[in-house]
């Protein structure tokens, strides 16, 4: 094996650790599942997971990414062997699962950007809206057709290496949404009737948390952060040691939550200055941000630009998600790049297409009372990411616990004065916390 590609600068891999984060999680999944989950509670259960939990699982992964230097099967036997490679195989499956719907709704940005571009979505009427994306959905040619072309774009990202691909296109495209996404949030916030939404989102109220609000927010803080399957891990094994990591983690876990932060700006309010369904689900914010572009001045041109980012945004994620599974083709399987990002690209897509068809013709296909693709979604971020977050803390705190304090301080050069805490927080808190959300929920 040759000496693995590296990311060129700490800023690089900033970026594409910000890239992999900040995506449909933040942008899509986040103000609908405050919408579905009661809004300020969820807010505030969300923030406490991430900014205990989260931060500290996303620290792990990088510590033993760098220091495995290795796709996480490869990285957990480096550094330690055992039944411990099953956790980054876990991870592996789950990148597959989480791929294969994001991939669907990465597709439905695609089509969405065009749709704007064409003045398809000119409108601010909730019905039309609604019912514009219930036929976009129920038309199985275009939904497919959008999964395939986001998934053929990722597959391309991925096959041209992780500097060529990952890092320019993160670092070119980012600034750009986050600008956007704060003028529509400015724009959102200023309309009229969009008070009850913004006390909706910052006003908890408790008396409706329960135990499923608490593990969607536990689900959503490991989905937005990208951690427990080793996506994080994968790109911290292309570092060099003079990165600070808790520095860098700090920096990822704020941006990342601030985005959804401004996220929940940009729709909640306006769900209720139009008088959407806050509990509306997956298209909320499909239905929702039309609306508001129906009320700017060239809201054409943002339509146009809004979507078109976020499906850029979306990709750099799910070039993170697919980046495991290929790292493990090629390290541990001896496959050509180009090999690995096709054959699991495929096998991906084909997994994608009962969710693409899901929220239309196959509608009434189940799982446990979901559909497909929220079954999907369900199954990775709420029991597969808590899981192997968990694990992967465990690993850090007990199994490797010194060499992970060295690696987490560069061997001293970049002291990290919570490093008991974090230790404490993987030993013990994570996996009381984790255990106590999955087991109560059976
Ligand atoms: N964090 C991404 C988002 O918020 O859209 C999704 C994601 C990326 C989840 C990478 C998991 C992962 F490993």
């Known amino acids: 094996m040759g000496p693995r590609d590296h990311f060129a600068t700490r800023l690089g891999f ?18 609908f599942m405050a919408g579905q989950n009661g809004g300020g509670a969820f807010l505030i259960i969300y923030l ?47 990148g597959f699962v989480i791929l294969s719907f994001y991939s669907v709704v990465g597709g439905w940005t695609l089509a969405y950007a065009i749709k704007a571009a064409t003045g398809a979505l000119a409108s601010n009427d909730p019905e039309t809206l609604g019912a514009a994306f219930g036929a ?42 986050v600008v956007l996404v704060i003028v529509l949030a400015g724009r959102a916030v200023t309309l009229e009737g969009a008070a009850k939404g913004i006390d909706f989102f910052l006003t908890p109220d408790f ?60 729709v909640l309010p306006a769900v209720f200055a139009f008088g959407f369904d806050p509990a509306a689900g997956p298209g909320l914010t499909f239905i929702t941000l039309p609306a508001v572009f129906a009320q700017m001045p060239a809201g054409q041109v943002f339509a146009f630009l809004f979507f078109a980012l976020l499906a850029i945004a979306a990709l750099t994620s799910a070039v993170s998600i697919m980046e495991p ?45 979901k559909g497909f693709l929220d079954a999907m979604d369900y199954l990775a971020s709420n029991i597969m990411l808590p899981t192997g977050g968990v694990l ?48 109560s929920g059976l």
């Open 392 to 439: 992967i803390a465990l690993f850090v705190g007990w199994s490797i616990s010194a060499r992970a304090q060295e690696e987490a301080q560069s061997d001293g050069s970049h002291p990290f004065p919570l490093i008991r805490v974090w230790i404490f927080i993987c030993r013990f808190v994570a996996p009381a916390a984790v255990a106590w959300v999955l087991i």
């Open 136 to 177: 976009f959905i129920s038309e199985p040619e275009g939904v497919i057709g959008f999964h395939t072309l986001f998934m053929v774009l990722t597959g391309g990202i991925i096959a041209g290496g992780v500097r060529g691909g990952i890092e320019r296109a993160s670092r070119i495209l980012m600034p750009v949404l």
């Open 48 to 94: 406490a997971f991430v900014l205990t939990i989260g931060f500290s699982v996303m620290l792990a992964e990088f510590t033993i990414g760098r220091a495995g230097q290795r796709n996480p099967v490869g990285a957990f036997r480096a550094l330690k062997g055992g039944a411990w490679p099953a956790v980054g195989g876990l991870g592996v499956v789950a």
């Open 14 to 31: 900033i970026l594409a650790a910000a890239g992999s984060a900040v995506g449909l999680g933040n942008i899509w999944k986040f103000p």
């Open 207 to 266: 008396s409706k948390v329960t135990w499923g609000t608490v593990n969607a927010a536990l689900g959503q803080a490991f989905f937005s952060l990208s951690l427990g399957m080793g996506a994080m891990l994968t790109y911290a094994s292309y570092l060099d040691k003079q990165v600070n990591l808790p520095k860098t983690a700090a920096q990822v876990t704020i941006l990342d939550t601030t985005f959804a932060v401004i996220a929940g700006f940009m």
């Open 325 to 369: 599974v290929v790292a493990y083709l090629i390290d541990e399987r001896r496959m050509p790049r180009r090999w690995a990002a096709l054959l699991s690209g495929v096998m991906i897509w084909a997994l994608g297409v009962p969710s693409a068809l899901s929220l239309g013709p196959w509608k009434d296909m189940t799982i446990g009372g």
